[in-house]
Each structure stands twice: as C-alpha cells, then as structure tokens.
C-alpha cells in the first residue's frame, strides 16, 4: 500500500483528469507533451485503473500484451503472451512514473460531483480533499470500475463470505470449500480454472453461455524479451501484426456476419471434442452469433468444467441461508459465493454525477442525444471530454488503441480551449448539430453489426436496446475521424455568450 498522498489539492488548475488507469495517464502524457499544465486526481492510493482493481485469481488480459500496452511506452519484457494482471499494473505504475506524471498526481481524491459554471466558465469539483476549480475536465474513471452487485433475493443474508471478481479478498480462504460462481463472462471463466483445485466443490451458475475460443497462452522466452530490447522495431512488427489480425475478426463483427457463423462452426466442434458429456455440452453452446456478447478465450475452461467437482448449473434466483437456488429450482449448498457479474456500464456511475448546461447531468445529455460526439463531447457540457465514453468501447480489438487516439484528441482540443487570453477564456461546446450527426451515422453503422443482429442480450445494450456502449467499425476509422481536432465542430463561446 502507498503511503498517504497529504499534499495539499491546488484550488485551480487549466485542466484536471479524473481517474489514473490507462485512460488517465495516456492524457496527462499527451497534455504534458503538449506543455498544458493539468492534475491527475485518483480516489485509490496509487495508478493502475481496472488492472489495479482486479486481483482474482487467474485475471489476466485477453488482448496479447504487446498490443494491449502504449504505443509510446513498449514494454521488451513481457512474460506471456498474455499478461497476468499484476504486470499490466506493475507497468502502468512504472510508466507513470518514468513519464514522471506522477508529479502531477493527488491520490486518495474521490470527486463526489463536477458542476460546469457558465458565470465563470470553468468546472467546479467536490472532492473528498476539497474543491478544485478547471478550466477543462478530462473523465478517465473508466468504464468497467464499479462492480455490478445482481439484485439476488436473500444475497444479503447468505451466511458465509460473499465476493465479487472486481473487489476480490485474498484473505477468503476457498481451501476444501464448496465455492459458487455466479457468471460466465471474462471474469468467471479466468477464476474458474484457477480455483477449482482449491476447492472442494465448484458450482458455476450460468444464465447464458459464452463462446470460447482457444487462447493459446504462452511464455515469451527470454531471447525474444532481447530482441524486442535491443531492436523496439521487431515489437513494433509483432504489435502491428495482432492489431491488423484483430481488425479484420472487427471486419466480421461489423460486416460479415457470415464469417462469424463459421467461426461458431469452429468452437462448436471445439467443445464436443473438449466436452464429452452431451448434456453439459448442450449447455455450454450458445445459441447467438459470436462476439454479439464478447467472444471469450481460454485454452483450460472447457476442461475444468468437465471435472468431477464442477457443475454449470442455470441461472442464480435467489439465496436462501447457506443454499444457493436456481432458476429451475435447483439448491446447491454454497460456504463461499463468489459473484462474476460484471460492472455498472450503461452509464457509468460518473456520468450521474456530472453536471453541465443548466444543471443537466452527463448521464441524462446522453440519453436525450442518443450518445456523445466521437464518444468525448457532449453539447450540454463544455470543455468537457470523456474516455471510453459512449460507443468507444470494442469487442474485437485492443481498448488502448481508442485511448490513446482519443487522448491525442483532448490534448488538441484542451490547447484549442485554452489559447488566448486567460481573463477571457474560451468555451467549447460541440455543436448539437455535429453531435446529432455524429450519433445518427454511428446509429446506421450499428444497423448492420454482430452487436445489433447477433441475437443476445449484452451490457453492449443501454435500456432501450440500444447498443451504446461500442464503436461500430474497425479502430482505424476512429483513430483516422480523431486524428486532428477540429474547431468546426464545436460552437466557441466567451463566458458572457454562455451565460
Ligand atoms: P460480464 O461479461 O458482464 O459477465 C457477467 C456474467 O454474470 C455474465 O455471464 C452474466 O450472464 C452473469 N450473471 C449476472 N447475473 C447472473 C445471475 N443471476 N445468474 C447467473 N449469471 C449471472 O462481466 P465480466 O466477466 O466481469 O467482464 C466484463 C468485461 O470486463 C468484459 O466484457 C471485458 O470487456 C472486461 N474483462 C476483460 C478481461 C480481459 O481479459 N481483457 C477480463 C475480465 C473482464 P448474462 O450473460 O446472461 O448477462
């Protein structure tokens, strides 16, 4: 644990960024590379955002390492092909802290709400450290940060330890323990395989089965750990060839839904190879297009659920004393219940508290605008830019590929806000016209998608059914539409046009 950040909070500053994972600190070093003063401000006591967070047993990112990493911040010495979580967080702090933007960081700041001021043209901050003021808020909170808790009958009163993936106790023992997982997403099926030999009895509820392609993990031997050290160009090679391999999984998601059924073909005969129990099997096999809900990848799921001590059971309805019951009636007696369930996307618990134009919050703008100009801006709150907002998240690709491109966009965008003279700063508010444009055309490029057509119900969907929370094309497109920020799009104000 870090020791207690006590410097004071600066009361103004030309731009603060909320939340210190990837998005926050790809920001703070565009905006230092730009030369823009800003602070970071972290609730936790130290970087690392959902890599930080998710200490489960097994978490590890699913998006080879090379590519799920800054292009500006290579990392030569990798373990695996695909990162346990420790090192991802171990390398986030180690970056923040060459790029020395840990100079500019306050931890242990949680920022209860921002209110923009049109008097005087700058964002308000309540923070748990006191109040700042900015000119420009940058939101990194992230969008997988606050863990979804089901609303189960009897949950509350289940006797023994209840815990959820993303704020996981190692001090929990599992050992000869009859231990129940609720979820087959990302996380379950990371945990699953690497608790089952601890326990005595593993019971996997599911309510909808995943798709499960091989992951093929493996050690990067030292002499290529070398190479990539002694020649960055080959890591670049590598990383160039996972993210164009990647687009074109995208390509299929968002265009050739045909491809996909063959790719279901490929994990169908996957699983009756790996699976042999028939029932189980017929259990395990969705009945939606891969990659409507994330496609997921493991090379020990399949074999674990197999194993005498696992069950997949149906979906968890309710808790009662030590038993855990199911949809069918089912009761499995439970000392550990460990809840998979995912996190609160749609909105992200940020945008509640958020307040623009006229006291409008984030949360509330994107509804009534059916979601955010290049999923950063929204016309009721200006000089205001938000990461892996609506739409920017991806179900094919490497997140730090949208991060970074909308990072390079803000740094832009904060240097266009801030020009001038600072006694009569300038307010930019994307204009609704763009906005609307914007969300119309993300809206007809969705029409066609795996998302929209695949035939599953997936926190991709925000209550309307509307699919808001990912970016309907290959991340070319995004990074080529936020290449250069452009003022057109946004309506500049003084502080007297605003009030
Ligand atoms: P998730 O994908 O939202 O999965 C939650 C699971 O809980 C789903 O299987 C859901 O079923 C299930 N569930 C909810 N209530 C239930 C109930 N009452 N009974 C049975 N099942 C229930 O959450 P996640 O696995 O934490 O992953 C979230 C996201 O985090 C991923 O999509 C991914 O973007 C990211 N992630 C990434 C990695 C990585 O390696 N890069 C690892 C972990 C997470 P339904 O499907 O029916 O809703």
């Given at each position: 644990m870090a020791a207690a950040d006590v410097r004071p909070l600066p009361t103004a500053v030309p731009v603060a960024i909320i939340g210190a994972g990837f998005g926050g600190i790809a920001a703070a070093h565009e905006l230092r590379r730009t030369g823009i003063d800003h602070i970071l401000l972290e609730r936790?006591?130290?970087?690392?955002g959902t890599w930080r967070d998710n200490t489960y047993p097994?978490?590890?990112?699913?998006?080879?390492s090379h590519l799920y990493s800054l292009s500006w911040a290579p990392n030569p010495?990798?373990?695996?092909?695909f990162a346990p979580a420790a090192e991802i967080d171990a390398y986030l702090a180690e970056v923040a802290d060459r790029e020395q933007l840990t100079d500019r960081l306050f931890t242990?700041?949680?920022?209860g709400s921002a209110h923009w001021s049109a008097e005087t043209s700058t964002w308000r901050l309540e923070t748990s450290r006191g109040r700042v003021d900015c000119r420009v808020l940058v939101v990194?909170?992230?969008?997988?940060?606050q863990p979804n808790i089901p609303d189960i009958p009897g949950l509350a009163d289940f006797p023994g330890p209840v815990l959820h993936t993303a704020h996981w106790?190692?001090?929990v023992p599992l050992e000869g323990l009859r231990v129940g997982v609720v979820g087959t997403g990302a996380s379950a099926i990371q945990l699953v395989p690497a608790i089952v030999d601890r326990v005595s009895a593993l019971t996997v509820f599911q309510r909808t089965p995943a798709w499960i392609f091989p992951r093929d993990d493996r050690q990067i031997p030292r002499w290529r750990q070398r190479l990539y050290a002694r020649w960055p160009v080959s890591q670049r090679i590598v990383r160039e060839g996972q993210y164009w391999r990647r687009e074109l999984v995208v390509h299929a998601m968002v265009s050739r839904l045909g491809l996909l059924e063959r790719a279901a073909e490929q994990a169908r005969r996957r699983l009756a190879t790996e699976v042999r129990d028939r029932d189980l099997r017929s259990r395990l096999e969705p009945d939606y297009l891969p990659g409507c809900k994330r496609a997921l990848l493991s090379d020990d799921f399949y074999r674990t659920v197999g194993r005498d001590r696992v069950q997949v059971v149906g979906a968890l309805e309710r808790v009662a004393g030590r038993q855990a019951v199911t949809v069918d009636g089912d009761r499995h007696e439970l000392d550990v219940l460990v809840l998979a369930t995912g996190f609160e996307v749609?909105?992200?618990?940020m945008a509640n508290r958020v307040f623009g134009l006229d006291g409008v919050s984030v949360a509330a703008d994107w509804v009534d605008r059916g979601g955010a100009f290049l999923g950063m801006a929204t016309?009721?709150?200006?000089n205001l830019f938000w990461l892996t907002?609506?739409?920017?998240?991806?179900?094919?690709?490497?997140m730090i590929v949208m991060i970074e491109a909308q990072a390079r966009y803000l740094a832009q965008a904060a240097a266009a806000a801030l020009a001038g003279d600072p006694e009569n700063p300038r307010v930019l508010a994307v204009s609704p016209v763009v906005q609307r444009r914007y969300t119309n055309w993300i809206e007809q490029r969705m029409a066609g998608t795996v998302w929209q057509l695949g035939g599953c119900n997936s926190w991709y969907l925000d209550e309307n059914g509307r699919?808001?929370?990912?970016?309907?094309?290959?991340t070319w497109r995004y990074r080529r539409m936020t290449r250069t920020f452009r003022s057109v799009h946004y309506e500049q104000r003084t502080p007297c046009t605003d009030r």
């Open positions: 936790a006591d130290r970087v690392g097994g978490c590890a990112c699913d998006i080879p010495n990798w373990s695996r092909r242990g700041v949680d920022v990194a909170a992230g969008g997988l940060s106790d190692a001090a749609l909105p992200p618990p016309a009721a709150a200006p907002g609506p739409n920017t998240g991806l179900g094919g690709n490497s699919v808001a929370a990912i970016w309907p094309e290959q």
